[in-house]
């Protein structure tokens, strides 16, 4: 049976925290003691066992307070949680839509507490289904509670699901669930090589997670497209999909100004929800289901969204006239573009964004929370929070102003 979901590890997995925690622990140690610790084997000593124990064995090694260590991790974790970018596993995003485009879900199963997890995610931006912490009263790993409950809870077939870990906890708890496991693994780190749950079968390693891409097949055409694979556009299933939208959108665009029920209704039906989004007509996209709003948002005439490959738009991010976020590309040799082959990009939008009259933005572009981008402008490249971005292509101006500066 293929695998269609995950169940993921966060610290180490999903999100590349050791690096940091090392580099704050590394910091403290230094501000208190004449000692210059090395910060790769801190990483590698805390995927080996724990930042708990970690820090307990440094607090000992350094003759360092505790208290002291478990301070600078606590501000890094804060920083995190208000408005610092926690640090993303790379092909962690592609993954996660790969599993999205086959049908499957994303879980986290953690022992960070859920504000602290919950926090940390929504820095992250992505797009998970649920997730399972210590918080909800189940036994650490390698105790496979927590497998369990995310198996039975988000209606997971364990046969279909695939679980990531760094650590040999991991693999052993979602073994002992009856789950597929993969430990991922880092230059240098100090996982033994021994077989799992006392049995002869030796752990399955990747070195990278675009390595587990191909643990999670495709094999419909709009699954491709979703997952950023080059695919054909003219085929029935898709073909019929985009006159849906059409329909839908030419409904929505020619209905009264004071038709408010009608037009709610036809955007539920264009965009799966219609609560989030103050959209003026005309509107215009390829299928609709692939863009998520966040709440309060703000659309007016003549946006165009070509959501090709999946668009994410926080809260309160405003659109002006005219504005374009274009998700499909095409191949560069005309030979292969004559063949009708395309793929896609997806498009991510932070919360509190100002798009100008008539910006576009293309495929692959993430805009950080709180960034302006001038009218007329071209996004052809990610932008970072709290910046004001303009021209063609966008480049940065300047920071956005604090309440106090304006």
């Given at each position: ?18 690096p940091?925690?090392?580099h ?31 820090i ?13 260590l ?40 953690t ?35 927590m ?146 709003f ?11 969204f ?61 805009i ?30 300047r920071e ?7």
């Amino acid at each position: 049976m293929a695998l269609r979901h995950i169940i993921w590890d966060m610290g180490g997995t999903l999100i590349d925290t050791y690096p940091s925690v090392a580099h704050s622990l590394s910091q403290a140690i230094r501000a208190s003691v004449d000692a210059d610790p090395d910060e790769q084997r801190l990483t590698q000593r805390m995927r080996a066992t724990s930042i708990a124990e970690t820090i307990a064995s440094l607090a000992a090694e350094y003759d360092v307070s505790s208290k002291v260590l478990e301070d600078a991790y606590r501000a890094l974790k804060a920083s995190w949680e208000h408005g610092a970018t926690p640090p993303v596993m790379p092909a962690a995003a592609d993954l996660i839509r790969r599993v999205q485009a086959a049908g499957g879900k994303n879980i986290v199963v953690t022992h960070r507490d859920r504000e602290s997890a919950s926090s940390l995610l929504a820095g992250t931006g992505l797009a998970m289904d649920g997730m399972i912490t210590v918080s909800d009263g189940f036994a650490r790993k390698p105790n496979p509670a927590m497998f369990h409950a995310a198996l039975t809870r988000f209606d997971l077939d364990p046969e279909q699901t695939l679980a990531i870990g760094d650590r040999a906890i991991d693999i052993a708890a979602a073994e002992a669930a009856g789950c597929t496991a993969v430990l991922l693994t880092h230059p240098g780190d100090l996982v033994p090589d021994v077989a799992t749950n006392g049995s002869d079968k030796y752990v399955d390693r990747i070195g990278s997670l675009a390595e587990a891409v191909r643990l999670i097949p495709l094999d419909t055409p709009h699954a491709k497209m979703i997952a950023g694979v080059p695919y054909y556009a003219d085929v029935p299933t898709l073909a019929a999909a985009r006159v849906r939208a059409r329909a839908l959108s030419q409904q929505f665009n020619c209905s009264a100004p004071d038709a408010l029920a009608e037009r709610a209704e036809l955007l539920t039906q264009l965009l799966g929800r219609s609560g989030g989004v103050d959209l003026q007509p005309p509107f215009h996209c390829d299928y609709g289901t692939n863009i998520r709003f966040g709440d309060a948002c703000f659309v007016n005439f003549n946006g165009i969204f070509l959501d090709v490959a999946p668009i994410t738009i926080g809260d309160r991010v405003q659109f002006g006239p005219g504005v374009q976020l274009l998700t499909p590309t095409h191949p560069l040799d005309a030979a292969e573009r004559a063949t009708g082959i395309e793929s896609a990009a997806p498009i991510m939008i932070g919360d509190d964004v100002w798009l100008g009259g008539n910006v576009t933005v293309l495929g692959g572009v993430t805009i950080g929370a709180r960034t302006i981008v001038g009218a007329g402008s071209v996004v052809t490249r990610s932008l970072p929070e709290n910046v004001i971005a303009a021209g063609n292509p966008a480049r940065i101006l300047r920071e956005v102003p604090t309440a106090t500066e304006r």
